[in-house]
């Protein structure tokens, strides 16, 4: 989670004065765990790991916790959970480790299995044990929600992973939760095609909330970063979240005092909450304006396949020429035997320098998009460059595709025409 938010500040009361270097001793190494029961989800996880103590010899971890591998991971814990009250009293259950795989023998720190008897209400008590000797408990009421509202436009979510349609320079999204038990919400919209790229991260405890289409979030770049970008898919996740979970994520250390995070572990640190999840796909468009916007069509044979493909396209009103657009039709899967794919997916791409084709013409563009399947081929990633024209005409377009190490999958040269825009 986020434990990065702080900062010190320092000011000079006195013109000349001199600082004075205090050297921070290094804290006690403390057990931390990080359990989240979703009763959304089939199997249930926990992270347990020993917190940073100054040690300079610390590698792996990053930014997703739970979830990222931790700089120093617990390997033999006994980790159990118990239902204390609720349909399935006394009953017990193990989380039992996850080995490394392959050549990596560091262990992982995780710990999973699938829970039984996870109603909304039911109280949970964990239980770690680590070959030390140490012992972390906590208990958790599962959370629930009796209703979710996802309204955008005045039209609302028919059903969970429903699309909803939501144009950035008209509509407000609003998120409600009728809550059974809990007590707080929490928001995440990533890239449907890049879950590491988060749009928006909220937490609340008023179980209601409503983002304007043209949010920006000011830290992206010198002008900031457009939220929800037109031309792409995300997917929404609303939380219904117990208050174990809810303070955690609402709460933080500050690096020196210790002081602020709101602990409900006996023993160490962390979280052993709940959460009920529910996810949903936003397709976001925007007023077509500039004549670079609107719907091409592309057609042609590549690598045995007969594409049909269009991309319905929208200029980023804060990156200059960086657009982004759906990718809708029949197209190769880049592999042999040759078989078309149906694809619906988003985009990024930009016009005006286009490595390759050319550097100066504002009608020159790469547009890239991903192609995610459950069966082989799993992975592709294509690019298209090509440079539009103007007067309607078709134009030329290169296409290239490579797997996710890079190898080349399929070249070759499609039929690009623009159907649709301000002007037609």
């Not at 289409?213 to 830290?219: D, Y």
């Not at 009920?276 to 091409?296: A, F």
Request: one cysteine or more; proline letters at 5%; aromatic letters at 8%.
């Amino acid at each position: 989670m986020r434990r990065a938010r702080s900062s010190l500040a320092f000011a000079l009361a006195l013109a000349g004065c001199k600082l004075t270097e205090v050297v921070i001793a290094p804290g006690e190494r403390t057990l931390v765990v990080q359990a989240v029961i979703d009763r959304s989800q089939p199997t249930q996880f926990a992270v347990v790991e020993y917190s940073t103590i100054g040690d300079s010899t610390i590698n792996g971890g990053g930014a997703r916790i739970p979830g990222g591998r931790p700089g120093f991971p617990v390997t033999g814990a006994v980790v159990s959970v118990e239902h204390l009250e609720g349909a399935c009293p006394g009953r017990q259950e193990a989380l039992t480790e996850v080995l490394p795989t392959g050549t990596n023998l560091t262990p992982t720190g995780r710990y999973a299995g699938m829970l039984t008897c996870l109603a909304p209400g039911e109280k949970l008590g964990l239980r770690v044990t680590t070959r030390a000797g140490e012992i972390v408990t906590g208990e958790t009421v599962l959370a629930a929600a009796s209703a979710i509202s996802v309204r955008a436009g005045g039209v609302a979510a028919r059903f969970a992973r429903d699309t909803v349609r939501f144009n950035r320079d008209s509509d407000t999204m609003r998120v409600a939760i009728d809550p059974l038990v809990g007590r707080g919400m929490q928001i995440e919209v990533r890239r449907a095609e890049d879950h590491d790229h988060i749009a928006l991260i909220f937490i609340n405890d008023s179980l209601g909330a409503a983002f304007p289409g043209n949010l920006v979030n000011p830290f992206g770049n010198d002008v900031g970063e457009t939220t929800f970008r037109a031309g792409a898919y995300y997917v929404m996740t609303v939380a219904m979240a117990d208050s174990n979970y809810y303070h955690y994520a609402s709460t933080f250390s500050d690096p020196v005092t210790g002081r602020g995070f709101l602990n409900h572990l006996k023993g160490g640190l962390g979280v052993f909450g709940s959460i009920e999840t529910t996810q949903y796909v936003i397709r976001v468009s925007s007023t077509v304006n500039d004549p670079k916007e609107g719907v091409y069509r592309l057609t042609g044979l590549l690598g045995g396949v007969n594409l049909d493909l269009s991309l319905e396209s929208y200029l980023d009103d804060l990156s200059g020429n960086g657009f982004s657009a759906f990718a809708r039709g029949t197209w190769t899967n880049g592999a042999t035997p040759t078989l078309p794919v149906q694809v619906n997916v988003s985009g990024d791409g930009t016009f005006g320098f286009t490595p390759g084709v050319t550097a100066n013409d504002p009608n020159a563009f790469v547009f890239m998009f991903d192609v995610i399947r459950t069966t082989n081929p799993t992975f592709r990633h294509y690019v298209l460059r090509g440079i539009r024209s103007t007067d309607g005409s078709p134009f030329s377009v290169d296409v290239t595709g490579t797997t996710q190490n890079g190898q080349s999958a399929v070249r070759g040269t499609a039929l690009g025409v623009q159907v649709s825009g301000p002007r037609q």
